[in-house]
């Protein structure tokens, strides 16, 4: 069954950021996940990485949203180069990139080609320095109102144009629940372009079970493709951290 990390963006929000990774341990699992790392007290993370030997699943491109950009390219890619070094010192394999919001004073086509010429760019970056690049399509009609990229379909397209082994889709189960829906299809058809996934229960974005989706019958699906990465839990708890942690992983028993 698919491997989990726990986003420690999302739970114990109360506790210093790195205290929470030792409460990922106690939770009895392997890996956390964050977003942006700048802002971060980043030794103190390194510490606690290494106190509870548990692995960073991924974090985020900085700056984030910026694909679509016009003349962004320098600094994505200087962005790309500082987010590299941090994930190689984590020994983070995965990098998350997301798109921006649309522009609207030009063509669909324009902005794509623009996406596809960033992707191209600190892809390579990502390669050079061993890592993976994961595009993540979001939902407009709930949580991200005019973000560019909201299908799988469109993803996979520009995935496998920009053609580099270094740049993959990550799959949000939930927001693509909210998008469109098709889940165990999708993943199942795109498997070999997909390089990380998000859960999270659908409507409202918390826990795994006693919403619309079978998450026992989605890890099921993930670990029929053969992936090999891991599924981030990125969702708001309603329940007490303990408990609600729980419930995935009895999912995989």
């Known amino acids: 069954m698919p491997k989990l990390s726990v986003c420690i963006e999302m739970f114990w929000r109360d506790a210093p950021f790195a205290e929470r990774i030792s409460l990922v341990a106690q939770a009895g699992y392997q890996a956390f996940e964050f977003w942006a790392w700048e802002g971060k007290d980043l030794p103190a993370v390194q510490r606690a990485k290494e106190e509870t030997g548990l692995a960073v699943a991924a974090i985020c491109h900085v700056p984030g949203n910026s694909l679509i950009k016009r003349g962004w390219q320098p600094e994505l890619v200087d962005g790309m180069e500082r987010t590299a070094q941090v994930a190689r010192a984590l020994a983070c394999p995965t990098v998350i990139v997301t798109t921006g919001n649309t522009l609207d004073d030009e063509s669909d086509e324009a902005s794509r080609r623009r ?3 960033h992707l191209k760019a600190i892809g390579q970056v990502a390669a050079d320095n061993g890592l993976t690049l994961v595009l993540e399509p979001l939902n407009t009609l709930v949580d991200h109102h005019g973000y560019w990229l909201t299908k799988m379909a469109a993803a996979v397209d520009i995935v496998q144009e920009v053609a580099s082994p270094a740049v993959k889709i990550l799959m949000d189960v939930y927001h693509q629940q909210v998008q469109e829906g098709q889940i165990i299809a999708n993943l199942t058809q795109y498997a070999g372009d997909i390089g990380h996934f998000h859960a999270a229960g659908v409507p409202g974005r918390n826990e795994l079970v006693g919403g619309e989706l079978d998450y026992g ?7 029929a493709t053969g992936y090999e990465g891991y599924v981030g839990l990125e969702y708001r ?10 419930q995935p992983l009895a999912l995989l028993r």
């Open 217 to 223: 019958s989605i890890f099921k699906a993930i670990d």
């Open 115 to 117: 996406v596809v010429r």
């Open 237 to 246: 708890p309603l329940l007490a951290e303990d408990v609600s942690l729980a």
